[in-house]
């Protein structure tokens, strides 16, 4: 079975500061698809990120980052440059490869920036 | 480009009273579609997928079901509500690996 854990309820940074929120994913999968959604309070779901198990280089979409270390089977997203906009829950999430509609949700991560 | 809809954003109903959620997409076709349920605090969890009109997949078994009757269309619906069906209810769409998602539904149940 697939499994995700967010173990940092809450993190706090300062703007304009970077911030690392934390992944670790379990899957005897052998590809299979790592995500980072951004919920902001107004509850909808933002995409950010997208990691392939087989790709080579860690992807990237503008300040944000994923430190993708698959033998430590850890999807890390890295936030640099924090802004005010940028407090909301993320969660990270993982598809498989043999029924990739099924998606699995870590709890989340609460981030807040400090002016 | 794409688009999801959800009606109603909030909705307030009694225990037993019936379920209509709705979810509509435009700028693709034929898309998968899915339905999330986000208790409070939590994360998402996954009840219903789609891959074509009228194949619908249950991944958790409880008093919801799910249609499509559309291409574009997944309805979330209930025959009678109970008090643990209250949460934030969010659809979403793929079409190839990565899921979008509406703006969501609050659904309380009193």
Known sequence: AQKITQ??????VQEKEAVTLDCTYDTSDQSYG?????????????FLIYQGSYDEQNAT??????????????????I???????????????????NNNDMRFGAGTRLTVKP | SQTIHQWPATLVQPVG?????????????NPNLYWYRQAAG????????SVGI????SEVPQNLSASRPQDRQFILSSKKLLLSDSGFYLCAWSRTDTQYFGPGTRLTVL
């Open chain 1, 7 to 12: 173990t940092q309820p809450g993190m706090f």
């Open chain 1, 34 to 46: 790592l995500f980072w959604y951004k919920q902001p309070s107004s509850g909808e779901m933002i």
């Open chain 1, 61 to 78: 979409e503008g300040r944000y980052s994923l430190n993708f270390q698959k033998a430590r089977k850890s999807a890390n997203l890295v």
């Open chain 2, 54 to 57: 009228g194949q619908i997949s």
């Open chain 2, 42 to 49: 939590r994360g998402l969890q996954l009840l219903f997928y």
């Open chain 2, 17 to 29: 009273s019936p379920l209509s959620l709705e979810c509509t997409v435009e700028g693709t076709s």
């Open chain 1, 80 to 98: 640099s440059a924090s802004q005010l906009g940028d407090s909301a829950m993320y969660f990270c999430a993982m598809r498989g490869t043999y």
